[in-house]
């Protein structure tokens, strides 16, 4: 898959978004090493914490499903009647990369539109991190 495929498929899981509270929509694609692809949208909760951000929700999906290795993921956000933005992943999101990517290699495109997105590493978004290796797993 391109990167723009990927975009546009993290452009039409954020339709997809539970966001009554924040109105900020977002929506993700994540890319297997092997080419499968996961969506995911955030899904907001009246309680507030339980909120789940898109990244999150489609790296779960994923892992709940078998996958265990990534290549890249797409996110796409902003709020709901406004222009989207460069939505990097909140700190418990990259977190959750860390624990199954590898930083230096996995690539997070954050997307305004098909033709305008950025393309970082977990690493730079992330560095130093701590994850499974720190326990020699
Ligand atoms: N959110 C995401 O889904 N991903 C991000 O990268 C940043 C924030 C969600 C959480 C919440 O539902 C809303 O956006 C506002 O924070």
Not at 5 to 34: N, W
Not at 63 to 83: L, Q, T
Request: include cysteine.
């Amino acid at each position: 898959m391109t990167e723009k495929e990927l975009v546009k498929q993290a452009i039409q899981a954020r339709e997809k978004s539970y966001s009554p509270y924040s109105h900020f929509m977002v929506g993700a694609c994540l890319e297997t090493q092997d080419g499968t692809c996961y969506t995911g949208c955030n899904v907001e909760n009246a309680a507030y914490t339980p909120t789940n951000c898109a990244e999150r929700t489609a790296f779960f999906k994923a892992v709940s499903e078998g996958e265990r290795a990534f290549k890249r993921i797409a996110i796409a956000g902003g709020p709901k009647d406004g222009e989207k933005q460069f939505c990097t992943p909140c700190g418990v999101c990259r977190q959750v990369m860390m624990e199954f990517c590898e930083p230096e290699s996995f690539q997070i495109i954050v997307a305004k539109s098909e033709e305008e997105y950025e393309v970082h590493t977990l690493s730079e978004l992330l560095p130093k991190g701590f994850g499974p290796e720190n326990l020699d797993r």
